[in-house]
């Protein structure tokens, strides 16, 4: 297995580990993670390697910073996604970050119909539009605790990159 495969699984399989264990992937971690992105492009790439790396790093925080703002995803997914694309690059970080929420709809889908939760949370959806137009204020939609419904994203985002060294995008 080449490095950057061995890399890439390690981050994304240790931010799981860390998400599924402590519901949060420590800052300690997602530094070392950006680190290890950043050295290995300017080692692959020289100088080139730092602008892929910045590019890759800051897509992901930009493209998914509305979902942050109204809480439907945490600031570690984002910070994850951001270390990836440091390592992917933009191009590549911009298929993860697609794959895993289609991995995460999945994920989300067959919980909604195991549990037969569908109406409660598609109500719980309407409430929360509702409460935004009325008080044009921003409310968190996470709902917080070990409710079945919170998914951990790390997980989706492990099996995009499981499916990105599997050679299913690059």
């Known amino acids: 297995m080449p490095l950057y495969d061995k890399l890439l699984f390690s981050m994304a399989f240790l931010a799981a580990g860390c998400d599924l264990k402590m519901e949060k992937i420590p800052n300690e971690a ?28 800051m897509l992901p925080a930009a493209a998914l910073a509305p979902l942050f703002f109204f809480r439907m995803t945490g600031a ?3 910070k994850l996604l951001s270390a990836l694309g440091g390592m992917m690059g933009p191009q590549t970080v911009l298929k993860c970050i697609l794959v895993s929420f289609v991995a995460g709809a999945f994920i989300s889908a067959a919980i909604l119909l195991e549990t037969g939760s569908l109406i409660i949370r598609l109500r719980h959806l309407a409430g929360y539009f509702q409460k935004m137009f009325q008080s044009k204020t921003v409310v968190p939609y ?19 990159v499981m499916l990105h060294i599997g050679g299913f995008y690059q």
């Open 30 to 57: 997602i530094c070392l993670f950006w680190g290890t992105g950043f050295i290995y492009q300017v080692l692959t790439a020289g100088w080139k390697g730092v602008g892929s790396w910045l590019l890759g790093a």
């Open 76 to 78: 570690g997914d984002i």
């Open 142 to 160: 996470y709902q917080r605790g070990k409710r079945l419904e919170n998914i951990h994203f790390s997980v989706p985002v492990f099996m995009a």
